[in-house]
């Protein structure tokens, strides 16, 4: 069983869960969504989350982002169980992974890019990658990542972010270039070198009078001037994101399969 968690109704956080919930149900995996008004106190969270990791027919727990204000990240992902913790955020698993322990979970983006640069083929051995973000939850271990010392890692990685001078000449340089700064459409053609692995993890909304929303989703990456330049580049929508939906599931059927070894 995997339980989602969300706190209120902000509207991309009820489309998040409402894939992940469709992924789950097609793969067959049972799923419960948990629902909190958005003005619950941070410590009735908790508790449930207490009892979810003591609840033997939970495997995974996911507490979808963003929260509210007054709910601190940090201490709701310390509180989930790092055996349950399929997202890969508790502090157990992200120091595992900074270790080189690969027996943690992985967070789910980064995680997916990986699989997705493996599938493709790609040998990252020996590569120059750049990322660009250096948040919690794609860059910092997107870079851990690509530089275990691993047969498909071993790549020599810069990251970069908002205060990283002369931007440009990184990118430039990067044989895989992964963008996850939330900034429409940054990287332009003139950054990135022939034949270079473009992966667009940024999901950007923007006014688009044309669509019948008003608004549609781009990437961290100006797609139409990148592509003809590119080796290989990912779409975006429809790149990374499923991937993501995907290395989710992964990460349950693990942590279910580990406490069924365990009991
Ligand atoms: N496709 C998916 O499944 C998926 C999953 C998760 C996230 N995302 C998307 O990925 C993007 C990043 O997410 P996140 O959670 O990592 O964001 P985050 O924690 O807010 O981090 C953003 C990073 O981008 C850097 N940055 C911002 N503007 C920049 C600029 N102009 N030049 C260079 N660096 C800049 C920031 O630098 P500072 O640290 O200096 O402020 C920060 O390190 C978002 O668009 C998010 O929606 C997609």
């Known amino acids: 069983m995997l339980v989602f968690i969300r706190m209120g109704e902000d509207p991309a956080s009820r489309v998040y869960v409402g894939m992940k919930e469709k992924t789950a149900a097609q793969l067959g995996i049972e799923s419960q969504t948990i629902v909190f008004p958005e003005a619950t106190a941070e410590s009735v969270l908790l508790e449930r989350l207490r009892s979810l990791n003591s609840d033997s ?42 270790l080189g322990d690969l027996s943690g979970f992985v967070p789910c983006t980064p995680a997916g890019v990986h699989e997705l640069l493996r599938r493709s083929g790609i ?51 990067a044989d895989i270039l992964i963008a996850a700064i939330g900034v429409p459409e940054f990287v332009k053609a003139s950054m990135v070198k022939p034949g270079a692995v473009v992966i667009d993890v940024g999901v950007n909304r923007i006014p688009d009078p044309t669509a019948k929303k008003g608004s549609r989703l781009v990437g961290d990456v100006a797609f139409d001037e990148v592509q003809p330049i590119a080796g290989k580049i990912t779409p975006n929508p429809g790149g990374v994101g499923p991937m993501t939906i995907a290395m989710l599931m992964r990460n349950t059927v693990e942590a279910a399969s580990r406490m069924a070894q365990q009991s």
């Not at 996911?62 to 913790?85: C, F, G, M, N, W």
């Not at 990322?131 to 970069?160: E, Y």
Request: with cysteine.
């Open 57 to 98: 027919q939970t495997h995974g727990i996911l507490v979808q982002a963003p929260l509210p204000k007054h709910i601190s990240e940090t201490i709701v992902y310390r509180t989930v169980a790092p055996q349950k913790d399929v997202d890969g955020f508790h502090p157990e698993n992200v120091g595992k992974l900074m």
């Open 123 to 173: 040998e990252i051995p020996g590569t120059r990658a750049v990322v660009l973000g250096r948040g919690n939850i794609v860059g910092k271990p997107m870079t851990a990542i690509l530089l275990q010392k691993a047969p498909d890692a071993n790549s020599t990685v810069t990251l970069c972010h908002s205060r990283t001078l002369n931007i440009e000449s990184h990118c430039q340089a």
